[in-house]
Structures are given as structure tokens and as C-alpha cells.
């Protein structure tokens, strides 16, 4: 199994945006339900947002509050996250993965909201 690669986090202050980067294998992205995952420091890791095959399904956390919009492109073996109105309690590292954790975990990408 290939494990993903995320980028694209950083230091952001509240009211910011993100725009978070995986990059996995295509059959991943093209054919199963791939999601983003976080982990906030003493904390189990959490489903952020899910995203179909066919990606005509998105789900997300209620803590989402429609601030983020989960979406991939299919040629580019990449999954993003766009994430707007950012809150300090949004500071996590941030993964991807299937929506059933089928692969190796990567090494996340670091969020952090603060002012």
C-alpha cells in the first residue's frame, strides 16, 4: 500500500484559510471513499470530511459548520481540503486516508491557528 503524502498546512490566524494537499495512489482517489482525519495534541485522531468514488457524496463533522469543502482531482491523484474561517481549535496535524483507514498512515501536515 502507498502511503500518502499531505502538505499544505502552516500558521494561520483565526478567521484564515488553508488549503490542505494528499497526494495518494490513483486507484485510491479514483475509485474508493477517501477522507481527511486530524489529531489535536492529547486527543484520538478524528474524521474531519469524507468524499465518495464517484464524488457525488461529501460528509463531514459537525464541527465542520460548513467552513470546509472536501474534493480531489482524479488526474492528479491529489484529495483537498479547503478550509475557511479557520478556529484556534481547528489546530491539529492533518491526514488522509480511506474512509476505512486501509492505508499506512502518512506524516500528516501540520495546522496551526493562533494569533
Known amino acids: 500500500q502507498v502511503q500518502p503524502v499531505e502538505s499544505g498546512g502552516g500558521l494561520v490566524q483565526p478567521g484564515g484559510s488553508l488549503r490542505l494537499s494528499c497526494v495518494a495512489s490513483?486507484?485510491?482517489?479514483?475509485?474508493?471513499?477517501m477522507g481527511w482525519y486530524r489529531q489535536a495534541p492529547g486527543k484520538e485522531r478524528e474524521m474531519v470530511a469524507i468524499l465518495t468514488g464517484g464524488g457525488d457524496r461529501m460528509d463531514y463533522a459537525d464541527f465542520v459548520e460548513g467552513r470546509f469543502t472536501i474534493s480531489k482531482d482524479v488526474g492528479a491523484a491529489t484529495l483537498y481540503l479547503q478550509m475557511n474561517n479557520l478556529k484556534p481549535e481547528d489546530t491539529a496535524v492533518y491526514y488522509c486516508?480511506?474512509?476505512?483507514?486501509?492505508?499506512?498512515w502518512g506524516p500528516g501536515t501540520q495546522v496551526t491557528v493562533s494569533s
Open positions: 490513483a486507484d485510491s482517489v479514483r475509485l474508493v471513499t
Open positions: 486516508n480511506t474512509g476505512q483507514v486501509s492505508l499506512p
